[in-house]
C-alpha cells in the first residue's frame, strides 16, 4: 500500500500512520517531498484494509498496488482454469470456444424449445440457455414460468444432450434449480448481490458471471471472488456490454478489451453476449467475432423459433435460419482463427 | 406507443403491426412519409408491450410516451405521498426534512454507538442508521455484525427516541428485521435485484430505495414500481450519486437535479445521501444543502465516534464534533430556505 | 512521482528507471515488495514527464501526487481570484453572485434583444450574454449573425449599462471581438482546442472557460491552465453539465460538487449554468440555487423575448415573465444564503 | 419529425404547433389519446428544426426519425465511398485494409523517423503518421516541432513512398501542411470545433476524423457532415476509444460496435485506432483485429524506435522489432478473414 498524505499533515499525522501499521507488523518507509508525505508500507492486508487507513486525519489517498482479488488472479495461479462438463465439454484453456445459445425466456409452448434445441445441437453448439426466473426492470412485464420452465430445459437436453443454463435470482431457488442446470448463471443486475454470490459459492456448479452494467472490470473480478471465496472454483465471466452515454444505436457498449486484460489479470474463462451487448440482431455475428478474435472462450446468442411472438428480447433474438447461417459462419471462423486465439492466449498471460 | 418502421419496410410488415395490434384492441393510426412509417397506437400496454412489437420484422423502434410507472406516477396520485411514523415523525409533502444519521456499519462497541445516538438526538436528527449486513466489494472486506448490530440499534433507539433504519440485503433476513428497525433499506446495489424488492413490497414497513450506480432515473422509478406493486406503498427515494467517468476527486457523481425531475413525475419522497454520493467530508454540507434546496425530504449522513477505528467507510464518516456543527448548520439552514423549499415543491408538481 | 514497477519487472529493468532519474537530478528511494517495486521520485516534472517514465520497459504505472496544474493551483495562490470589471462588478472571493443572462443566439431583432437587456437590468443583473457564432452540432442548424449579433450586443450594453459576454470560436476572430465583448467566452466543445486556449491566453480580457462534457475536472483545470499559462489569470470556470448514461429527462448532469471541489484545489471563480446543463426550465431556479449554495460566484441563464421563435435552444430559455419572477427569488436567495456561502467559502479553502 | 404534446397541453397549444407547421408546407396528422397527443409532420427539416418546435408551450418531446446526417448517409448515397491516392492506394469499399503507423509526435531525430518509415515501408503499411501540432493535456507537456516535424515526414515519405498522415489543430495552419501531407487529421478533441471541420472541408484533401471522447455515433456522422457540407467529400472515420467509469486498465472504452453500426448508417470509410484507445501495447494486436473483423478499412497503429525516450506516449507505443510480429500477424489476418469482412459488409449495407 502506498499513504499519500495531505500537503497539510502534520508530524504528528504522519507518525499516527506510521506506528498504526507498525503496530500491525507492516514493514514502513516514509519519504516526505516539497509538498507530500509518501508512505510505503508492506503487509497483510486482511487485517489492515486500506479503507481503514484512509479515514487516519491527514491522510489524503490509499493507493492498493496489489490487485485486490486473489483466489481469481493469475499472480496466484498461472494456468488457465479449464471446466469440465461430464459430457467431455471443457471450457477454458484454449480449447474450441463454446457456443450458448437459446430463447431469453422459456415459453409455454415445448415444441417451440425443443425446436430450438435441436438447432442448437445441429449446429454444434453445446449448451441451452433459458430463462425461468427473469429480471424485469418494469413490474408490468413477463417474470418467466419458474420451475416449469427449468423441466423444459431439462427435457429438451435429455432429448438433444445439450447442456442447461440458466440464471439463478435468489438463493432459495437453488436447492430446487440444482437439479435442472448444468451452470448457474447470475446476471448483471446481481453482480453485487452478495448474498447471491456467496450462495453460489457453496454449490458445486459452475456459474456464468455476467458483468454488470456499471461494473468495473476490478469490481467484476472481486465479485467473481466472492463466489469463489465460499470454495466454488468454477467461475466463467461472461462481458455483456456496459452503460455508457451512446444508447441511440446499441442498448450498450460492449467492452471487448476487457476480454483480453482479465485474460491478463486472472485465469478464469471469459465468454462473451453480443446479444445483450448490442440489443441488434445485425451485430451478433461481428461482435461475437470480435470477442472470439481477443481470445473469450465462448458466445452467449439468443436465437428463438418465433422472435416476434417472444415474450422478452424477440428484437434481439436471432430467428432459427438467420441462427444456422450465423453460427456456420462462426464456427468456420473459429477454425480460422485458432493460430491467432493461440498467440493471443499466449501474449496476455 | 410510437411504432416506427424501418426505411425498407415492405407494405405486408406493416400491415401485419397494424393487424396485431387492432386484434389487441388498440387503436392505430399511420402516416407514411417520404422514408418512414410511422404507426400511432392507443391500448393497454400489460397485454402488449412495446418489447414484444420491437421484434417484429421491419420495425425500427418503439416509443412509449406515457412513462411505464404508474403506481409511483404523480399522473395517478397528483398529491405527496407522506409516510408517517408511529411518534408523530412524517417525510414527505412539505415537511420539515429530516435527518438520518448513524455509522455505515454498527461495530462490537455499542458505548460508541450509544455516544452516536445521544449526538444524533441532540441535534435534532429523527433517525438512527446503521448497517448489520454490509455489502462489500471485497469479500476480504468486514461483512457486518448481523442480528447483533440490530440489537444494538434497537437499544440505542430505546434509549434515545430515535427510529432505526437498516439496510436488508437477502429476503430471508426480513422477518428478523423486522421487530428491530422502523424503516427498511435497500442499498444501491440491489435496486434491480427483483427478488429483494418483492419481498420488502410484502412488508408493511417503510422502504428508502437508493438509486443505482448506473440507474436511469426511469428505472429508479421502476425499482419503487416493483415494491409498490406487492402492496408496499411507503417507498423513499434517496439519491446517492451515479457513477461517472470522473472519479478523482468525488467516488461518484450526484444528480442534484434528479430530485425536482423525481418530484415531477413522482408523488414518493425523495432523499439525498452526500456521504455516499462524494465520499469526502469536506463535500457533505455543501451538497446536504444542494439537495434540501431543491426540494430533498430529507438527508442521510455517515457520522462515527471514532472514524480512524471505523471498520468501514471511516474516510467519508463526520466525526462527532465535526457532525455537530454541520448539522447545526444545516437545521439553520431548513429554517432559512422554509419559502424557497415551498415554493420549489409547488412549482415542480 | 511514485514508480510502480510491473510484479514481473527485472533488476535491470528497475536499475535503468533509478539511473535515468538520478541523472535528472531526482531524488529517489525504492522499496521492493513481495510483488512489487515502487519507486519514490522527488524533481522536477516539467523536465521528465509521468509519460517519459511510462513508457520505460517494466514500469506499470506512474502515479503523480502532486496535481499537474499550477498558476490555478491554490497551493500557489491561496486567496481567490477576484475579477474586477471598469463599472466596478466584481467576480469571485466572497463578492456577491453575478448574473449573466441573454439569448442563446442574438438574432435579428435588435428590439428583442433591447427588451431582454431590459429586464436584465431591471432585475440586478451585471452581464447580458449572447451567441454571435454559434456552435451547432448539425450544420443545418443556425449557425448565428457573426458580427452583427455583436454590434447589436454592444448597442444593449450602452443603452443598460450592462457587460457584455460572447462566446469566441476562432482564433482568428478575436481582434475584432475584443472591440465589443467584456468578456470572451470559450464553449464545451472548445475546452481542449488548445490553439484557441493559447490564443484568449494572450488577451487581456476575462474569459469564461466551460467545461467541456467529458472533461474531468483535473482537465478542467488544465485547460484554465493553458490560458493562464500565456499570460491571462482572468478565468473563470463553469460548471454546465457533463455527459451520463441517462438523458431522458435532463440534457447532461450537473455536477455540483465540482464546484466546492474547484474550489478547493483553485482560486479561479466559478459559476455555474444550469440552462445547458439541464435543458429545462423548470430546473434552472432550483439548479441555480443549488449552485450558489455550494459556492458559485454566479450564474448564467438563457432568457428570451419569445422562446417559440428563438433561432436556438428556445426550450431550455426563460421567457421574460418567467425570467423576472425567477430572477427575483434567486436574489432573494442570495441575501438570505450569505452566512452560508461565507462559511462555505472558508471551508473549501 | 413526431412532436409529443405535455400531458397536460390545451387545445389551442396543440392547434399553434399544428397551425405552425402547416403554415411551413408540413403534412401534418395528430392523435389524441388518453394521456398525450401525438402530431406526427413531415417536412422539409431544414427550415423549420425539431429545436424551433421543442420551444412552443406544450410540447413535451420532438423526435426524428430520418437521420440528421445527409450527406454522410447511405440513404443518400448507398454505395462505400472509397478514397484513392496519386500511388494507387485505395480506402474503403472492401479493398484491403490500410495501416496507418508511426510516432505519436515526430520528434527532433530525423534518422529515428526513417527508421520508422523503413519498417513501415518494409511490413506493407500504406501510411506514414506523425504529429507537427499536438494538443496536450497540459501546458507543460511537449506540443511538437510543427513544420520541421512536416519536413521530416516529408522526406521519410519520399524516402519510403509512404503516404504522409498528420494532425491539424488550426484553420491556419492548413495552407502550410497542404504541402507536406496526404490526408489531414482532426483530433478527437477536435470534432465538434467546428470552425476547423469548416477549414477542412474547404480543402481537396482526404481527413480522417477522430471521435470525440463523448461523441456519440450520431455526433460524431454530425461532425462528417460539417465537413461535407463544405464540399470535401473525402471523410475517413477513426474509432479511437470513448470515455466510459473504467480507466484502470485501459485509457479509453473502444466501441467497437460502432464500425459496423457506422457501416450500416453511412458509406464513410471507417478506421481503428487501438493505440489510443487502449493506451496499452499489448492490447493493440487484439484490438486492431477486433476491429478488422467487424469491417474497418484499416487501423492506425503508434509505432516508434526507441519509446523509453519518445516525447509523447512512449507507453503505448510499439518498439519496431514487436510491430514487425505484430504488423506481419495483423497482415497475415487479413488474409484470413477476407470473406468474413466480405460477408460483413454486405450484411451491413
Redesign the interface.
Known sequence: M?I?ME?NATKVQIQRVIDFLKDNDFQV?H?T????T?I?A?GD??TI?P??L????G?KEV?I??E???LASR?RKPEDTVIEFKNGVKIGGGNKPVAIVGPCSVEADYEGLLEIATAAKEMGCEFLRGGAFK?????????GYGEKALQFLKRASEATGLLVVSEV????DLPMMLDYVDVLQVGA??V?????LHAVGKCNKPVILKR???S????FL?AA??IM?QGNMQVILCERG?????????RN?????????IK??SHLPVIVDPSH??GQR??I???A???L???ADGVMIEIHND?????????Q?LPLPMFREVMG?INK?NE??KE?RQ??AA??I
Open positions: 502506498i499519500i500537503r518507509r519519504n517531498g516539497e509538498v507530500h509518501v510505503d508492506l492486508k486482511t484494509t479503507g481503514r484512509a479515514a487516519f486525519e491522510v493507493k498496488i496489489r485486490p482479488f486473489r499472480d429480471p424485469r426492470t418494469s413490474p408490468y412485464d413477463f417474470q435470482m435468489d438463493a432459495s443486475r446481481n453485487q448481490n452478495f448474498k447471491l454488470g452494467l456499471a468495473t472490470i476490478r469490481e472481486l471472488e466472492h471465496y456496459i452503460r455508457s452515454f451512446d444508447s441511440a444505436f446499441t457498449v460492449m467492452d471487448i478489451a476487457s476480454i483480453p486484460v491478463k489479470y451487448g448490442t445485425y451485430l455475428e461481428p461482435m467475432k470480435a470477442g478474435v481477443v481470445g422472435p416476434e411472438n417472444a415474450l422478452s428480447d424477440g428484437k433474438s459462419r471462423f480460422l482463427i491467432d498467440h493471443q501474449n496476455t
